[in-house]
């Protein structure tokens, strides 16, 4: 039971800026914290002792805030990560950013130094709220301790509401001490939803019954509104083919019938020319993002398009809709359908693409084989959580992974951050106990994070590494190879260290392989339900290797360029 | 429709790429700054603005902009910000000449 709960009126006894600060974490829900403390923030850590609430030390604060991230992802409730003033706080930057760019809840709390001092340059004092402005949903310097349990409570309001995001909350060091009185806090009533709006609906509907070629495309905003059911029942009752986003994979199962796969840069040709070639695009909680329309004038060419979105700041700011439909997406899909099937003409073709470009796996070459090897591993279990980092390797986890939800991928889609594999997998770990979370990393993108090891052995996070070693920028290493004729700069990791030897000096098992013999024994080990905690599979495998197809920057969806142009 | 024929003379009438927005903001700590680095980032040039009084916890922000992009997106992206109370997008009322 919390302080605040047994007070009656303002007569209550006083509780200092941390307590108060404490009480408002527990009031909205937050059981578990990320963060690292400094100078600033420490009558905050000096609250957090005997509170309940469970901290995890990370070792950078990077690490904090990208964990955060992946927990907010999983429960969609916000993840909470703190840290102190200054090079703290900086260090938060790239997981709130991460956050706001995938439209993730966060609440992120930075030790400030004593209002007297802001803005005198004092120790360890930068101006944190004014450096996140342009990547967080909201933010609030607390100025008066009486202010705490108002703004806190906004603060969780705001990021987990509409289009979720994070709310950064600058805390000073005099408010953090001072003693004030509450008196009981008022609970706003969340608003009412809004209804959903008819006369679009009808409008979409028309143009559903009307299209010869219509095509889904299954947004991000389908998993953050918790929309997934309603989405597969709109499927199951219209019968229409369905394309995904990076971040919606798993929205419809991966073998759904339907289902023609990731679009775009690194999409799955079926999937590319269904969306050159329909007649009628309904994009569901999805943003026009350049990763997925290539070339946006080329984009969908013939089609008309119905755009679902909660935030209204999303509707013809890439491409004009014909109708868009502003909202929760779950209503609005119950009332939305064509009044007959598909034709049948459509979906064969659809099926044709499907089946001429269906991923092969008889990659030529003695080393492991990557895509192989992650297809294997995500067959190998139903209850897998795969976080991922960036590059070559994030891409074949898109393309060659198997999801039953789109909350068992966890990707970082909009800013693309290097290093958030091991912390993300982290956050969903202490999230969700009972998921086997596997983190699938790069070389390059796991020396960002690496520290985070230290973690995981620390309360025994019980996460699977997956180890994609090429020795190589690799994402960066192909891009040279194609678009700027084979000139590799600054791409070469080959004195990676052993990270065989880092794991286990961390004191993470760890098992290397380089041979595809090797694979089956060594994804049995990694998986395996023991209790021998979090380990690393380090996978030796060919730097020379690419991720197919592509559409080269600029290009037109339907210009793909393959391993066999 | 408005048809503007003199686009690029200045003082035939407003240029269609000119925009003036009239906002109501919270009167709370980075309101204005929030809204000047939206419209900054989101591909607006700032030519005027002009900040009234604060009256009954509001502050009224007169904007005036610069841009290719649609005005029109501009004020839901304003919309968005948590400060923001209100967004009135001032058409230009392009005059027309005979
Ligand atoms: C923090 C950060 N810095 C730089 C980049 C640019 N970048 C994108 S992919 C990539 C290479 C990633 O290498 P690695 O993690 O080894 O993955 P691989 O492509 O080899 O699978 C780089 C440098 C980035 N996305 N994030
Ligand atoms: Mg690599």
Redesign the pocket.
Known sequence: MSLLDKREDTSAEPLSGSQLMIEALKRNGVKEIFGYPGGAIMPLYDALVGSGLKHYLTRHEQGASLAADAYGRVTRRAGVCMATSGPGATNLV?GIANAYMDSVPMVAITGQVASSLIGTDAFQEVDIFGITLPVVKHSFVVRDVSEIPEIMDEAFRIAESGRPGPVLVDFPKDVSVAMHSPSPVTRHPSPAPQPVDEAAIAAANELLTKARRPLVIAGGGIAISDAVDAFREFVERTGLPVTATLKSLGSLPTDHERFLGMLGMHGNEAANHAVQNCDLLMVIGGRFDDRVTGKLTHFAPTAQVIHMDIDPAEVSKLRKPDVAIVGDLAPALAKLGPDEPPRASWINQCEAWKKEFAWRYDAPGEGIYAPKLLRDMSRMRDDLVIAC??????M?VAQHCRFNDPLEHLTSGGL????YGLPAAMGAKVAKPEKKVVAV??????M?NVQELATLNRYGIDVRILL???A???????WQELFFEGNYSE?D?SDNPDFARVAEAFGIGSKTIDKPGEVGGGLEWLLADDDQGPRLLHVQIDPMENVWPLVPPGQANHKMMGNRS | MNTVSAVSNVTAGPRPDVHHLQLQLRAVEGAVVRVLGLVERRGFRLLACEAEEVRDGGQPLSLRVRSERSPELLKRQLERLHDVLQVELKHPGVRHHA
């Open positions: 790239t980092d960036v590059g070559q390797h994030q074949w693309g951050t290097m290093g990393c790069g070389d390059g993108s796991f960002m994609l070693n090429n190589m920028l690799g994402m960066v290493r192909q791409v990791l």
